[in-house]
């Protein structure tokens, strides 16, 4: 007869479980009411998305400082979880924000977009707080999933549907890899707790280390790593611009995150035979993304390229492997988020129905039409430079700093240099704005509160990050640091008096 | 699983994954999927597996694959040629998956005797409480993702191919 | 001394940028940009007034924790190096808006505002930062309104200008951060802690090869923000293409900043690799005095011949620097003061002249001094001044540098001098063909004069270009005991090289030099 | 008994029949079943492993991966469907508005 | 070893007999039932010469009909359609049959035979996990429809064939849950197990029958069975009037036989399905393995032989009176419309499916039965 199941065997524990299930109900909370609502008037939904992530932040909140590891080791409870589970809710709250306008425009439907969003957002979550590998990747694919369908959403649109595709079959593909690699851990280990991988050590068999070649390749496809980043532009250029913000940002978070928790806290044992090989990626990645971007002219696309730029900046961190660069990169990545949302925000801005106005061109002479939209959009630019005191800059300048600390000299260099190539793409919008005449029509940012109320938030954002970091880099420490489960390694000290 | 039968299955099932890719009509590239699909369910079933090796013929070949032979004739598709891909890529392609398989096979054939091989296997093993078992417990998170992944995908499949509506669209195509 | 003065020096300008976005009108704009520059102004004569010229250590001293996770901190303060080129600054971006208000920015003032009162932020930060961290920010933080200055308003193939300034000099700075971070790390091992703080840096032991790749990387970020002659390519579109506004800045602030950056920070930092590399600076040096003052020769274009001056001219600077001695080095920092005042001053004259023809071209000029002669009298004293007339600016600083540089290696002078000599040729050839013969050309008769305006900004100029000829000495009393200090770290060398037993004619440049002061 | 790494060289041959697939072929429907491929010849690792533990780790992920894919078959078709009715096709090659 | 070969090998064979010849005489039971309801004759020529009659004899029209039919069929000509992809064709009916067939191998036709002191499990095949074989196999059965439909190059066949398919995969859903239901009430995927679990009495009278506690399963499983046979009501993949004969409208000779004894072979396999899932199996009220015990507690003991043959007829008089069941439904319904069709499988069956789930879960956590 049945075997009864105790429930007592299963380690349940509200902590890092409880934002998740509130996103996941609110998703389909929004999916029902969604039900009557037309696509026209999706804007409540949004509202409604805002809600369900505000309550999910509050709800994560009490997970501050805790140090568990929950549901037989599926989930992790401690402060790099925390940070996670905010900055990608805080990036969500962001995309429905500038979303509310847009899809009610682009005639997306509501419920559907909404509803993903919140979907995807909870597979991103999930991927921040897994403890084994299985819910790495039932995250990712939750994640994914949601995307390749956000991406397809604007069904007439032909760009949209190929970037669906193209995003759909590379996304597949890649999972593939990233499967292979687990079932190769799998069979090193004997199990799929991240934590038994921490006490591996270096000299461990060829099968882990194929295996975890194998995660580096699945990993790679989804933070957009050359030579696994085919996909990128076109995705990014053909989905709808929120969307791409999406990706940009969230997608990214969180392949991060659970790059990071893999590689950089719990296969650190074995470092010294993947570093080497990131070292590689690193620097193609920097270096292919900086020198294609400087041939784009659609400003989408040169902010795929761009983005496939910051992985490589984020991954010369990886390379170190150190605790500082640990901490670097979420510093990083929180940057990085606020100012690609800002962009992409200031690209809806632009589109008007029909009209997606995303080259440089359409860009020209927004300086002087809209000032205001002009002087954020350049805000973000110099930010994804380095220029201080932005966020940006303090970001390259952590993850520089943890590099050269641990003695990557030539790395840290090939970055710099890639920094100052990237400059001069950065810089051509810049130039269009400010000094072209003859670009496209705007609609009135003045009449859209949402949408400046999103734009506004990454700028503020991203100025306050970058000019007083101290707050943010002690939180990416304290949370990078709380991923071992050991005390925050000292290793600065406070300024003598 | 004895010898002989694990050799048979295994030169079935190459050849019929040979065939997903040579044929040149999608519904036989289907077809052979769905025999590589039972030969592996087999293949589960021999390594005691019982449960998963069914819910594979279940799940995939009966239920997943069929769903693809729905929309090979939706789009009417007929048999193509196969040249086509960058003669490069289709090169590139070759060579690193010669590489790979030559890698996995030297280092998977000359793995020491896995662990757990000589102990022998739980009466349960491969049973269907066992596995649920797991799934209720140690993959309860994990079990739950799943509900949440299926309805992504019906969400998914119903928000990307119904049909487009007049007026719902801006382009407002039939 | 304590206070808040010099924060207050330097983001007063940003809280003007602000206001400044607020008004409505341009002449407003133009208002109360002009006012908002003269509070910095006035703050930085307070500076002056208190400052202590006996104290060679910094002044002003502020001193909070900014990141400490990383070690950095918000320290500021100001020294005899630093102290007249706030100055400079100060009174050179109020003349400049005071300048551009009356007719030669004529769309967009707000924006221009804006940016020249950033600039001005980012010039007075880098120049009272004493945490490298915080200097950094400052000197990135200049490159980009200055971008703008140059990308908006500028002429002709201003983008391409701007471009290329933006990216040789990030180019530079982005490697002098690997150079700090470096050295921070470094410093960690003997300091236990990190700081971005120069005082802890200096403390640092370094083996000599990386003491010379960390040089290496502050010397490029310097060498081409002065710039030194094979990076100075930037300079001549930059400057060109430029408003005059910010020509006047670049020149006469800006491009200080490598030289300043110098002094503060890759000479202190490493001063046995300084002194080692002496020789090929001053080599670069005389090249670029004399290979900037050859191309000035031959230049068609009004602005593009000054702006190549500057090379020649900082030249000179980099030269007085590398002596590594009181002479050398006092000049330098005397020099960079008159080269912004010179250089200055004849950027803003290219200016008016450009403004009344739209064109930079001498051979569209001739015979002005009949038709506009107090524009024609001014820049008879500006050029002379530039040429080192003595009895004005010029002269004090070149000389020193020359006796430095003499003192150094004689044969350096002796180029370097050729050097002074051509500059006077091609400075003295230009105004002859601008100002002198007949008028060629008939738009040339009825230009008018300068305005009120003009020559309320060009007044101070002159007054300073007297002033710092006839009296240096207060200025180099306040100067002295700063590069006095800065010296004793290079002090080994110096004494070895003085230890050479003194020909005649340094004897007697000596004993000028001492009657001079 | 047939030790499980004639199991995984198995998993690994059939891995890289589906990874040929998916490069060489052109059809989308084609490359997409490649990929099924893929995951089927990880799931018989799992399984091979699975059982040379000894645990129901291997199998669960097996599980796991059933319901992703189905997930993804269902999303994958939408997809494919959505795209032929706007383009007529299903060729990899001729669907680049944008470069691929 | 060889001995037990020859056992299974006994049993595999006489489960297909089983299957085939029943299948055989359902084609002649329709025609015959389908007259008796509509009242007319029905098949009544296919008398050798007429012999029988002549002489008087009962009317053999039974056998002549098994024996003409599949005669005629198999003596035809075998058409394959111009553009038809050839071997899919030749595949299809076959890929159809075989499915079918080898799920019968898991049905139990009757308890154990002891002879000597060897235990033989009436069952040809004893899996623990029957109930997931069944599932897969059913699974499996789509695709000789679909390709048939698909491989005859005409625009009726493919439509019957993608209805056909349709059609199975939604009700194998509901199929599915409440074969979950009746799995969770027995904790066994055996069906020899629940075959003996359905063994003994409640209340000291009533059979301990799956129905008596799966009614709504059983309910469920009916329907989706029928229409995973795609017989009327729910024979839209064939109806005549829409699409001839649906997927295997091309088919002539003896692909179509085959084809024929599939529809029949799969009313025989949803009649065995349910017998064993709700009805006992081969069990006999109140027979136990050494007799009767009669409610009024009267015992007559039997030998085993006895019982296990009891057990057999009892389970084939069960599975012939579902088929009849299932003839009935054809002649005396009326056709679905398609898309009433699918809101039934999917609007209908499956919420109740998993309701029944549901129910079933929560009783068994609850009352622990």
């Known amino acids: 007869m049945t075997t009864a199941v105790s429930l007592a065997a299963i380690n349940f524990n509200w902590l890092p479980i409880l934002p998740l299930l509130v996103v996941t109900a609110g998703a389909m909370v929004v999916l029902l009411a969604g039900v009557r609502v037309s696509d026209r008037d999706s804007e409540g939904l949004g509202w409604l998305s805002l809600v369900v992530i505000a309550i999910a932040v509050a709800t994560s909140l009490p997970m501050l400082g805790a140090q568990q590891v929950t549901f037989s080791g599926a989930l992790v409870a401690d402060d790099f979880t925390v940070f996670f589970y905010i900055v990608i809710l805080l990036a969500a709250a962001v995309i429905v924000l500038m979303s509310l306008d847009y899809v009610a425009d682009e005639g997306l439907p509501g419920a559907e977009y909404y509803a993903l969003v919140l979907f995807a957002t909870a597979g991103m979550m999930l991927m921040a707080a897994a403890g084994d590998l299985i819910i790495i990747f039932l995250g990712l694919e939750t994640m994914s999933i949601s995307v390749y369908i956000l991406a397809g959403l604007a069904r007439t649109d032909v760009r949209s549907n190929e970037a669906a595709m193209k995003y759909f079959l590379l996304g597949a593909f890649s999972t593939g890899f990233l499967l292979y690699g687990i079932a190769l851990v799998y069979g090193a280990t004997g199990t799929i707790k991240l934590h038994a991988l921490s006490t591996l050590a270096v000299g461990a068999s060829p099968m882990l280390l194929l295996g975890v070649g194998l995660l580096l390749i699945g990993f790679g496809f989804k933070v957009a790593a050359v030579p696994f980043h085919m996909w990128t532009p076109d995705v990014y250029e053909g989905a709808p611009t929120s969307v791409t913000a999406f990706m940009a940002v969230g997608v990214k978070l969180a392949a991060f995150a659970a790059f990071l928790r893999v590689f950089l806290v719990h296969l650190l044992g074995v470092q010294s035979d993947w570093s080497i090989v990131l070292w590689v990626l690193a620097v193609l990645t920097m270096t292919t993304g900086n020198i294609v971007a400087l041939m784009q002219t659609n400003l989408k696309r040169m902010l795929a390229y761009s983005a496939i730029a910051h992985a490589g900046y984020i991954l010369v961190a990886m390379t170190v492997g150190s605790s500082a660069a640990g901490a670097a990169i979420l510093y990083y990545l929180l940057g990085y988020a606020f100012t690609n949302l800002g962009a992409f925000a200031i690209l809806i801005a632009m589109a008007r129905r029909g009209h997606p106005h995303e080259t440089i061109a359409d860009l020209r002479g927004l300086g002087t039409r809209e000032p205001a939209l002009a002087g954020a959009m350049a805000i973000m630019l110099f930010s994804l430079t380095g220029v201080p005191p932005l966020a940006g800059f303090v970001g390259k300048f952590s993850i520089f700093s943890a590099a050269l600390n641990a003695g990557y000299v030539w790395l840290v260099v090939i970055a710099v240099l890639n920094s100052v190539m990237s400059a001069y793409y950065y810089l051509r919008p810049i130039v269009a704005m400010y000094t072209d005449t003859g670009g496209a029509e705007v609609v009135r940012i003045g009449s859209r509160p949402a949408l400046i109320a999103a734009i506004a938030i990454a700028v503020i954002a991203t100025v306050i990050i970058g000019i007083y970091p101290q707050p943010y880099m002690a939180a990416s420490t304290s949370a990078f640091t709380s991923a071992f489960g050991k005390p925050p390694l000292a290793t600065t000290a406070s300024l003598h008096p | 699983m004895p010898l002989l039968p694990f050799l048979f299955l295994a030169a079935l099932s190459i050849i019929f994954a040979a065939g997903v890719i040579l044929q040149r009509h999608p519904v036989h590239s289907l077809l052979s999927l769905v025999l590589t699909l039972v030969v592996i369910g087999i293949l589960f079933i021999g390594l005691d597996a019982t449960t998963v090796g069914f819910l594979q013929m279940i799940v995939y070949a009966g239920a997943i694959k069929v769903l693809f032979l729905f929309v090979i004739w939706l789009l009417n598709l007929q048999s193509q040629p196969i040249e086509g891909g960058h003669l490069a890529l289709k090169f590139v392609g070759a060579l690193g998956s010669a590489a790979l398989i030559a890698e996995l096979l030297v280092f998977v054939l000359h793995l020491p005797p896995p662990v757990g091989h000589s102990k022998p296997l739980a009466l349960d093993y491969g049973s269907i409480g066992k596995l649920a078992q797991g799934l209720f417990t140690d993959y309860l998170v994990a079990f739950e993702v799943t509900s949440i992944l299926l309805l992504v995908g019906v969400v998914g499949a119903v928000a990307l191919a119904r049909r487009t509506t007049a007026g719902s669209a801006p382009g407002g195509a039939p | 001394m304590g206070g808040y003065w010099l924060s207050a020096l330097v983001f007063m300008p940003l809280l003007g940028a602000a206001f400044v976005t607020l008004q409505s009108d341009e002449r407003a704009a133009w208002r109360s940009a002009f006012i908002f520059s003269l509070i910095p102004l006035a703050i930085s004569f307070y500076v002056l007034a208190a400052f202590d010229a006996r104290d060679a250590g910094y002044q002003f001293v502020e001193h909070y924790n900014w990141i400490p996770h990383f070690g950095v901190s918000y320290h500021i303060g100001v020294d005899g190096i630093s102290l007249f080129l706030l100055l400079l600054t100060t009174i050179l971006i109020s003349l400049s808006l005071l300048y551009s208000g009356g007719g030669d920015i004529e769309f967009r003032a707000r924006e221009f505002c804006f940016f020249m009162l950033v600039l001005e932020t980012g010039l007075l930060g880098a120049l009272v930062s004493i945490d490298l961290f915080l200097f950094y920010v400052f000197w990135e933080v200049m490159l980009v309104p200055m971008y703008f200055l140059i990308g908006i308003w500028g002429h002709g193939r201003k983008i391409y200008a701007a471009f290329k300034f933006i990216l040789y000099t990030m180019l530079g700075s982005l490697l002098m951060l690997v150079a700090i971070l470096y050295l921070v790390f470094k410093a960690r091992s003997t300091l236990g802690h990190l700081s971005f703080d120069l005082p802890d840096l200096m403390t640092v032991p370094l083996t000599m090869t990386e003491a010379r790749w960390l040089f290496a990387g502050f010397a490029l970020a310097f060498a081409i923000k002065v710039p030194m002659w094979p990076v100075h390519t930037w300079l001549p579109d930059a400057h060109t293409e430029a408003p005059t506004a910010g020509s006047v800045i670049l020149a006469g602030v800006m491009l200080k900043m490598g030289t300043y950056g110098f002094l503060r920070f890759a000479i202190p930092l490493f001063p046995d690799v300084a002194a080692e590399a002496a020789p090929i600076f001053m080599a670069l040096a005389v090249v670029g005095i004399i290979f900037g003052a050859l191309v000035a020769l031959v230049q068609p274009d009004l602005k593009r011949l000054v702006a190549y001056s500057s090379v020649s001219h900082l030249g000179f600077v980099v030269l007085g620097m590398f002596a590594l001695n009181p002479q050398g080095m006092e000049g330098a920092v005397y020099q960079m003061l008159n080269h912004g005042v010179s250089t200055g001053a004849l950027f803003l004259l290219v200016g008016m002249v450009y403004l009344r023809r739209h064109t930079r071209e001498i051979a569209e000029f001739g015979g002005l001094w009949h038709s506009i002669p107090v524009y024609a009298g001014i820049f008879m004293v500006v050029m002379l001044s530039s040429a080192g007339l003595p009895g004005l600016n010029g002269f004090v600083g070149e000389f020193l540098i020359l006796l430095g540089a003499y003192l150094h290696t004689w044969l350096a002078a002796v180029f370097a001098v050729s050097g002074l000599i051509l500059g006077a040729l091609y400075l003295f050839y230009a105004y002859e063909r601008v100002m002198f013969g007949p008028i060629t050309r008939d738009v040339n008769r009825s230009l008018p004069d300068l305005s009120r305006r003009e020559v309320a900004v060009m007044a101070p100029l002159l007054a300073l270009m007297f002033l710092m000829g006839f009296f240096p000495r207060p200025l180099l009393n306040r100067i002295e005991p700063s590069v006095a200090a800065l010296l004793q770290r290079t002090h080994s060398h110096v004494a070895r090289i003085d230890s050479h037993p003194p020909t005649p004619a340094v004897v007697a440049a000596a004993t000028r030099t001492a009657n001079l002061r | 008994m047939v030790p499980p790494s004639y199991f995984m060289g198995l998993s690994a041959v059939l891995f890289c029949i589906g990874v040929l697939g998916v490069l060489l072929r052109r059809n989308i429907i084609i490359i997409f079943m490649s990929i099924e491929l893929m995951l089927n010849a990880v799931n018989l690792a799992f399984v091979a492993l699975s059982r040379a533990w000894g645990n129901v780790d291997g199998q669960a992920i097996v599980f796991f991966v059933m319901t992703v894919a189905a997930a993804e078959a269902a999303v994958g078709l939408g997809i494919i469907l959505m795209i032929f009715r706007n383009r007529e096709t299903v060729n990899a090659d001729e669907i680049n508005l944008m470069r691929w | ?369």
């Not at chain 5, 071997?87 to 191998?105: C, G, K, Q, S, Y």
């Not at chain 5, 898991?106 to 002191?117: E, M, Q, S």
């Open chain 5, 1 to 369: 070893m060889l001995i037990e070969l020859l056992i299974g090998a006994i049993k595999a064979i006489i489960v297909l007999l089983m299957v085939l010849n029943l299948s055989a005489i359902l084609l002649w039971f329709e025609r015959k039932g389908s007259a008796l309801i509509q009242d007319r004759i029905g098949a009544n020529r296919a008398a050798i010469t007429g012999v029988g009659r002549r002489l008087g004899l009962p009317n053999l029209g039974f056998v002549n009909t098994l024996m003409a039919d599949p005669l005629k069929l198999f003596t035809k000509e075998d058409f394959v359609p111009a553009g038809a992809d050839k071997f899919l064709h030749a595949l299809a009916p076959f890929l159809a049959m075989f499915p079918v067939l080898i799920t019968f191998a898991v049905v139990p036709f009757g308890d154990t035979l002891i002879i000597g002191d060897r235990h033989i499990n009436l069952q040809a095949a004893n899996l623990n996990v029957a109930a997931l074989y069944i599932l897969a196999t059913i699974g499996l059965g789509v695709y000789g429809v679909a390709l048939g439909g698909w491989a005859s190059n005409n625009r009726w066949a493919l439509l019957g064939g993608i209805r056909a398919t349709a059609q199975m995969i939604s009700y194998e859903l509901a199929m599915g849950l409440a074969i979950v239901s009746v799995v969770m009430t027995y904790g066994t995927l055996d069906l020899q197990e629940m075959c003996r679990a359905q063994g003994g009495v409640w209340f000291g009278w009533l059979p301990r029958w799956g129905i008596f506690v799966q009614p709504v399963a059983f309910l469920l499983l009916l329907t989706a069975g029928m229409a995973e046979t795609k017989r009327v009501p729910f024979d839209l993949p064939e109806g005549e009037s829409e699409l001839i004969a649906g997927y295997f409208t091309e088919y002539s000779g003896g692909k179509q036989a085959v084809f024929m004894l599939v529809d029949f072979a799969e009313i025989v396999l949803v009649s065995a399905l349910i017998t064993t899932f709700f009805f006992g199996g081969w069990q006999f009220p109140w027979l136990y393995p050494d007799g009767f015990h009669l409610p009024g507690g009267a015992f007559f003991a039997l030998p085993n032989v006895a019982v296990a043959i009891i057990g057999i007829i009892s389970f084939t008089v069960k599975v012939v009176a579902f088929c009849w069941l299932q003839i009935l439904a054809r002649w005396t319904l009326p056709r679905f419309r398609y898309d009433q069709l699918m809101r039934l499988g999917w609007k209908g069956l499956l919420p109740v499916a998993l309701a029944n789930v549901v129910v079933t879960a929560c009783v068994i956590v609850l009352g622990g039965v």
